[in-house]
Antibody
Framework: QLQLQESGSGLVKPSQTLSLTCSVS???????????WTWIRQPPGKGLEWIGY???????YYNPSLDSRLTISIDTSKNQFSLKLRSVTAADTAVYYC???????????WGQGTLVTVSP | QSVLTQPPSVSAAPGQRVTISCSGG????????VSWYQQLPGTAPKLLIY???QRPSGIPDRFSGSKSGTSATLGITGLQTGDEADYYC??????????FGSGTTVTVL
């Protein structure tokens, strides 16, 4: 079945760029024409925050509160999609999840999540 | 501050029924489908309900969802200790973004 796995740096210094990759297995990103590929985060002890998503075509939609710092890209040849968040602060410390998005904005499955800490 | 409002916590005895409300507005729940997620301690969220009331394969019929106007409700019947988790509603908002509820912790007494 479809599985997603996040990878990337777990510790980022303030003002630097947070970079994560989500590797998809058990299915092809290219063949999922109606699905989005999504990033969601959860600060420690807090709720979920939608970051943004991208389609296999490269069309993307971002949370307006992160838009100016955010880039989500997709590499169909590697069956991966990625997130870059620039100029991070401690407020960006969170568990970051990748997930597949459905046609009416449900999310399934999810990756296991990766904790990213922003600290000097 | 979440766009969708949920009660912080609900509780009931094993075997009983609980409901979790998710209140929004016309820009989100009022015009879009709602999904629900279960997050067991230390794990990633799992899809429980999509399109307001549909269960993915493998989700028991003890879990149900409904929507009316600008609110949605998740119901859990035959409550089990394994249902202790955080539950989140989610939908799309016309400000072109995904939104989640504030989350509800279910405790089995």
């Amino acid at each position: 079945q479809l599985q997603l796995q996040e990878s990337g740096s777990g510790l980022v210094k303030p003002s630097q760029t947070l970079s994560l990759t989500c590797s998809v297995s058990g299915g092809s990103i290219s063949s999922s024409v109606s699905h989005s590929w999504t990033w969601i985060r959860q600060p420690p002890g807090k709720g979920l925050e939608w970051i943004g998503y991208i389609y296999h075509t490269g069309n993307s939609y971002y949370n307006p509160s992160l838009d100016s710092r955010l880039t989500i890209s997709i590499d169909t040849s590697k069956n991966q999609f990625s997130l870059k968040l620039r100029s991070v602060t401690a407020a960006d410390t969170a568990v970051y999840y990748c997930a597949r998005g459905g046609t009416s904005d449900w999310f399934d499955p999810w990756g296991q999540g990766t904790l990213v800490t922003v600290s000097p | 501050q979440s766009v969708l409002t949920q009660p912080p916590s609900v509780s009931a005895a094993p075997g009983q029924r609980v409901t979790i409300s998710c209140s929004g507005g016309g820009s989100n729940i009022g015009n879009n489908n709602v999904s629900w997620y279960q997050q067991l301690p230390g794990t990633a969220p799992k899809l429980l309900i999509y399109d307001n009331s549909q269960r993915p394969s493998g989700i028991p019929d003890r879990f149900s969802g409904s929507k009316s106007g600008t609110s949605a409700t998740l119901g859990i019947t035959g409550l089990q200790t394994g249902d202790e988790a955080d539950y989140y509603c989610g939908t799309w908002d016309s400000n072109l973004r995904g939104v989640f509820g504030s989350g509800t912790t279910v405790t089995v007494l």
